[in-house]
């Protein structure tokens, strides 16, 4: 099941103030046959396979600039099976019918993954799997887990250009004559103020007055939600800010919440929270809807999840974080395709803030 075909999600993204010569930062989300590339608005790109692998997945990741920051991972396992529930890998890789040699000195090998991070391994392994014209998998010794190399190709060269490495020596396809040194460097991080911790906690009569207030709430919005269904749920933002989330509408496996951001005291002035992108999302409308919102105490940050199916393994979703009064967007993480490998706290970013 996919959310979206593999349409280019190039979101052209140009941070007021900058520099010549540094890196577009246009998020940017696109399948390719059997891969799936995201690069985020730092540039920094992560690719995987995503279809019929039986939990048996290549990851690989590569931040923009000249310094060698990559990772490549094979592993099995997925949200359906549980790796300890399966044989271990190492030993059982095959390509092209012969085991995968990997070298001990540059992978951390643990029973279900395979890892490195040394730049040259990483390369000269790309390299070798897309030379192949066969597109032969990388597959498992009587096992169904299985690596598509269809489409791997266009995502390393995807992420070439993102990076703006054409030309380059640091590119994985088509390496050029330019040094690494002339690779341009990350964007700039996007700053947002954190807020002061911590945060006092409700008292039980601030709890009580915010939760009486968020029931007349409820009872006075039009919403479609049984009645019996819906819940009132508060958080302290600030020393004198709430955070009231009430659910409205209800769909298969979403549901739709109205926000407010109030006083913690009575008289309550409550103004009602409309959440917009920084950026403009091709397909997508900029203003967020707020499914399945709760309040992180921990990181005192707004999170939405839009989900893609109930099995929550596919969506998109945002946090935010209340500073200034208002919210500003701090992460935004988007997997369109279903395939049961991933939970939201794992899937690709396509926008981070500091």
Excluded at 44 to 60: D, E, Y
Excluded at 158 to 181: H, K, M
Excluded at 331 to 341: H, K, M, N, T
Aim: proline share 7%; aromatic share 8%.
């Amino acid at each position: 099941m996919r959310l979206s075909s593999g349409r280019l999600f190039f979101l052209g993204i140009l941070l007021s103030g900058m520099l010549p010569g540094l890196a577009l930062a246009g998020p940017a989300q696109q399948q390719f046959a059997d891969w799936l590339v995201t690069c985020n608005n730092q540039n920094f790109c992560q690719a995987r396979n995503v279809s019929h692998h039986h939990g048996l997945i290549m990851a690989l990741s590569r931040s923009a600039g000249a310094k060698d920051d990559m990772s490549l991972r094979i592993e099995l396992g997925s949200l359906y099976a549980p790796p300890t529930k399966l044989p271990a890998i190492n030993g059982r890789l095959l390509w092209r019918g012969k085991p995968l040699q990997l070298d001990k000195k540059s992978w951390q090998i643990t029973p279900h993954r395979v890892k490195t991070t040394n730049p040259g391994v990483i390369t000269d392994l790309l390299r070798n799997l897309v030379a192949d014209t066969d597109n032969s998998p990388i597959t498992l010794v009587h096992a169904q887990g299985s690596v598509s190399l269809d489409g791997l190709k266009s995502a390393l060269e995807f992420i070439d250009t993102v990076q703006q490495r054409l030309g380059n020596q640091s590119a994985w396809i088509d390496p050029g004559g330019l040094p690494p040194e002339k690779t341009p460097p990350a964007p700039g991080l996007v700053a947002i103020n954190k807020p002061e911790l911590p945060v006092t906690p409700l008292s039980a009569t601030e709890l009580n007055d915010l939760l009486d207030y968020g029931s007349w709430r409820m009872a006075n919005s039009r919403c479609s939600m049984d009645p019996s269904q819906r819940e009132v749920r508060v958080a302290p933002l600030s020393g004198n800010k709430a955070i009231l989330m009430v659910s409205c509408e209800s769909g298969a496996y979403n549901v739709v919440d109205l926000v407010w951001v109030l006083n913690r005291e009575k008289p309550f002035h409550a103004r009602r929270i409309h959440l917009r992108l920084p950026f403009n999302w091709e397909d997508h409308d900029r203003d967020v809807e707020l499914m399945n919102t709760r309040f992180d105490d921990h990181d005192q940050e707004f999170v939405t999840l839009n989900k893609g199916r109930g099995f929550a393994d596919c969506g998109v979703t945002t946090r935010w974080r209340y500073t200034d009064d208002q919210f500003s967007l701090v992460r935004l993480a988007s997997q369109p395709v279903c395939d049961g490998q991933e939970t939201a706290d794992a899937w690709p970013t396509l926008w981070v803030a500091n």
